[in-house]
């Protein structure tokens, strides 16, 4: 058996993190000794699609996750490699230690199991609305965008003007 038989990892891009993450972590945590949330595609940021870097991002889980009182998660940004077969073992170098992973992406689950890990069905929260291309959507139309995002998100976006970045980024298309 192996050892952190507890212990999780989640990943996403988190462009930007949502009230879907949130619930979906916040019930990871409680099924988990330690849970580590990986910050994907950690690289690209200013692009339309991947507005925020990843320190960015880190702020936005982190007082989230203070917010929310959850306290047994540790956040590790994580750069893409392009090539899958070692990228277990480059998410691996980067973690703490964990042995079930929670993803609904057919990729990811195939790689971990090859490489012998756990794995456990992602729960999706209000999906229509708890997406990160609904929030960049909503960024650029002037609709209410804050209303999908923890308050600590919200507060993040606006301290580093992330509308006025996500706007800027839309008129060189
Ligand atoms: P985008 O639209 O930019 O792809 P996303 O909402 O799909 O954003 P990602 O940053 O791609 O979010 O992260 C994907 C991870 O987040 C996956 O593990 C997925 O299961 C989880 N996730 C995304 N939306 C929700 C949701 N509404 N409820 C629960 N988990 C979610
Ligand atoms: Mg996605």
């Avoid at 991947?50 to 991002?57: C, K, L, V, W």
């Amino acid at each position: 058996m192996r050892r952190h038989e507890n212990d999780s990892l989640i990943i996403g891009r988190f462009q930007p993190f949502h009230k879907g993450h949130l619930e979906v972590i916040r019930k990871i945590s409680k099924a988990s000794a330690n849970l580590t949330i990986g910050i994907g595609s950690a690289q690209y940021s200013h692009t339309i699609n991947n507005p925020f870097t990843a320190g960015e991002r880190y702020r936005m889980i982190s007082d989230s996750l203070k917010e929310a009182e959850i306290t047994n998660a540790y956040i590790v940004p994580m750069e893409d490699l392009n090539r899958y077969s070692v990228w277990v073992s480059h998410v691996v170098s980067m973690s703490p230690p964990f042995s079930v992973v929670y993803s609904n992406n057919t990729l990811t689950r195939r790689l971990f199991y090859e490489a012998g890990y756990e794995i456990k069905d992602s729960p999706l929260y209000n999906r229509p609305e708890y997406s990160g291309t609904e929030v960049r959507r909503r960024m650029l139309a002037d609709e209410d965008w804050k209303i999908l995002v923890p308050k600590a998100v919200a507060d993040v976006i606006d301290d580093i003007d992330g509308i006025g970045r996500i706007k800027g980024l839309k008129d060189d298309i």
